[in-house]
């Protein structure tokens, strides 16, 4: 672990998992539009958002994948991670007051590199919202000097 309690690369294993659980609100959507710009009336609008094929306001599909970063960020690896790529499939709308459940899963792992591969996917009660993979860069504990954990 480095001194951030995230996890260098030579303490993964590749099936290692952590989630990450997010409800997305109302102020979640609007807050996004306005961090974003995306003022997309499917997002925002009602009664646009009813003549649509999601018949109703849909979050942001970036915001839902956000939570794959949390469960970056905050979990697996954690703390001093630094995002590489990320590729993603929106397979399903989330909607207002849906909890979203992160997961990333490690694929591989480039020691070498300081990189790993996860399996990133975003799940609202049980069904794929969002599905991809993620490249990352960890920190070392060889690079630091230090003994793996």
Do not use: W
């Not at 102020?27 to 539009?33: C, S, Y």
């Not at 992160?102 to 794929?128: D, F, H, P, Y």
């Not at 919202?129 to 990352?136: H, L, N, Y």
């Amino acid at each position: 672990m480095n001194e951030l309690n995230g996890y260098d690369i030579e303490d993964l294993e590749p099936g290692m998992t952590a989630t990450f659980s997010k409800t997305i609100t109302d102020a979640d959507i609007v807050l996004f539009a306005g961090a974003s710009g995306d003022n997309n009336a499917i997002h925002i609008n009602d009664e646009f958002a009813k003549t649509t094929p999601f018949n109703g306001r849909i979050a942001h599909g970036f915001l839902t994948a956000s939570t794959i970063s949390a469960a970056i960020a905050n979990k697996l690896p954690g703390p001093g991670t630094i995002y590489i790529s990320q590729e993603m499939n929106f397979v399903a709308p989330v909607r207002p007051g849906d909890t979203v459940h992160a997961e990333v899963i490690v694929e591989t792992i480039e020691t070498e590199r300081c990189r790993a591969n996860l399996r990133t996917t975003c799940r609202v009660r049980g069904q794929v919202v969002v599905d991809g993979e993620a490249t990352v860069k960890l920190t070392s504990s060889a690079k630091r000097g230090t003994k793996a954990a």
